[in-house]
Nanobody, 125 residues
């Protein structure tokens, strides 16, 4: 069974950094594009960043460009989201999701059939 597990969330002060990890079990990530999404209370789930199966292509939401960096280590079966210069608007549950790789990257949640359980990120002083 395909499983994704997020880790690395927590409480951080504004301006701080966190690195989220998305690990896979039951399958290898090599053939999958991975997306990071987030959902704040009362808001819809939104795409944050995604990366192609090879890691050669990435995409970011405008709200996180220049602050977040997505990367992957297929040897470790793990995808990372480095988040810098965090602000309170980044507070949300962060999810990683997987879909078989396609030529076009997507930040649309419905495109991804496999999801983790999420990890809470809270940015507050």
């Amino acid at each position: 069974q395909l499983q994704l597990v997020e880790s690395g969330g927590g409480l951080v002060q504004p301006g701080g950094s966190l690195r989220l990890s998305c690990s896979a079990s039951g399958f290898t990530l090599d053939d999958y594009a991975i997306g990071w999404f987030r959902q704040a209370p009362g808001k819809e789930r939104e795409g944050v960043s995604c990366i192609s199966s090879s890691g050669g292509n990435t995409a970011y939401a405008d709200s996180v460009k220049g602050r977040f960096t997505i990367s992957r280590d297929n040897a470790k079966n793990t995808v990372y989201l480095q988040m810098n210069s965090l602000n309170p608007e980044d507070t949300a549950v962060y999810y990683c999701a997987a879909k078989l790789s396609e030529l076009i990257l997507s930040l649309i949640p419905l495109k991804y059939p496999y999801w983790g359980q999420g990890t809470q990120v809270t940015v507050s002083s």
